[in-house]
């Protein structure tokens, strides 16, 4: 209930921010440049079936996105953690290809891929398959060795070192990774969307409507924001089920 | 019968090998116990890493009843400094990880001993959940799971406050009288490898290299504690680890 009331608060005094600016900005230029959130809010409501189109959308493809980086940099990061030999052949690849900035790629990802879902997907993929590699393999390798010692002394195959310590230890911080994925996902969704001339979606949305109808835009700003919070949110809830270990303290005996 | 035969072990590779554990060569027979003392980091933990088949010897044999060991056995069970508790199992299933490793694991009823040690209502909770000495009390729990021949322990009481390590000592006794297992003991303190050792081997700094061995029969009873014998070879063992 507390945390509840302490969500209400922080999104009001966000919404009172937000207001203050607008009305600053506005008074400034002497015109309606900035719309306020009541503004962009009421556009919610009257483009409701629209943006829930291109809020379904973007949703599908980000979460697309982040379920193909995961599923193939996850695997990855954690193996060349974990194997020497792996880690001295990928390493390098990894610090040379890591700081390239994605965004290049993407003319030439419309070229490979056209003007669909399919490059946006591809795009915001991209972009996060490195922050989950890295981030997993850091956590693979700085597993404590008592945990894999104490498997392996029971008898554990390397399959089930991986399956009982490796994947269990590092999920806590791959996870985290996700969470920062998500902010970095809709940035470079937003990218891919408005690069794709007219396509569904709500960085498309925002672009369409960001010079004539403003206070429309914003409301699909409004649903980027809320998209954001959603995936935050099923991530924490995701964390709390699979690494239910780590919320637990110690109890004495009833 | 354990027989460890003239064993060098080393690690690392290249010019960074370093000698762990040179020319050290012991026998202890079945249901007996055997202490190892040295100083911190002398290279008695790579040995028993070596018993339990983690690691594999420069040179020499170490064999249990006569086949050699190269892998991790299943009549060998290792208790770890920390316990080696996974964090993200529940106790029960920390207790049961062989089996669930292995599915055709011989149980010694795993509920069984749990409750002997007294976690049976624990059972549901994570590591996290237990103080330190229920926490050793899941390690031994798993260890005992697979009902081993032979167990063998790093340090597993360190960190434990004296009269939480007293009890738990009481308890390794005991289990050794009920189990009638070989146990190994690796330890730097006094008065543990005093009390549970029946034969103690003490240990140069590194590499480790037998430097005395002392016979402490009497050894067995929880009151050995009260026994002037325990404070005799309290003072043998200080006076070998001086030397």
Sequence with gaps: ?254 | MIDVDAVTIDYGHGEQTVRAVEDVSFRLEKGKSLALIGPSGCGKTSLLFALAGLLHPRSGIIGIDGEEVNTPRRDVALILQNAGLLPWKTVWQNANLALLLNGDFPQQNAAEVLAHLGLDNVMTRFPAELSEGMKRRVGIARALSTAPSVLLMDEPLASLDTLTREKIQDLFLNLWHEHEFSMILVTHNIEEAAFLGQRIIVFTDRPAQISATIDNPQMGSIDFRQNPTFHGVMSQLREALEA
């Design chain 1, 1 to 254: 209930m507390k945390r509840v009331i302490t969500y209400v608060i922080s999104i009001a005094a966000l919404l009172f921010a937000w207001e203050m600016a607008s009305i600053a900005v506005n008074v400034i230029n002497h015109a309606l440049i900035l719309p306020g959130p009541f503004d962009a809010l009421s556009q919610v409501v009257k483009n409701a079936a629209e943006l829930q189109r291109n809020f379904m959308a973007s949703a599908w493809r980000l979460i697309l996105a982040i379920a193909i980086s995961l599923a193939t940099a996850m695997p990855l990061g954690l193996a060349i953690g974990r194997e020497p030999t792996l880690d001295r052949f990928f390493s390098p690849i990894i610090y040379i290809t890591y700081p390239i900035p994605q965004v290049a790629l993407i003319l030439f990802l419309f070229v490979v891929f056209g003007t669909g879902s399919a490059t946006k997907v591809a795009m915001v993929a991209l972009a996060l398959f490195f922050q989950i590699l890295v981030s997993a393999r850091g956590a693979a390798k700085n597993i404590d060795e008592e945990y894999v010692i104490s498997v392996l002394s029971a008898g554990a195959t390397r399959w089930q070192v991986y399956r009982h310590v490796v994947l269990p230890a590092s999920l806590p911080q791959i996870l985290t990774s996700v969470r920062v994925s998500i902010g970095l996902g809709i940035a470079f969704l937003y990218i891919a969307e408005t690069r794709a001339a007219l396509g569904i979606g709500l960085g498309s949305f925002i672009n369409k409507h960001m010079l004539f109808s403003r206070d429309r835009a914003f409301a699909g700003i409004v649903a980027m924001a809320v998209l954001g919070l959603l995936l935050y949110i099923a991530v924490d809830v995701i964390e709390r089920i699979l690494c239910r270990w780590k919320y637990v303290k110690r109890r004495p005996l009833k």
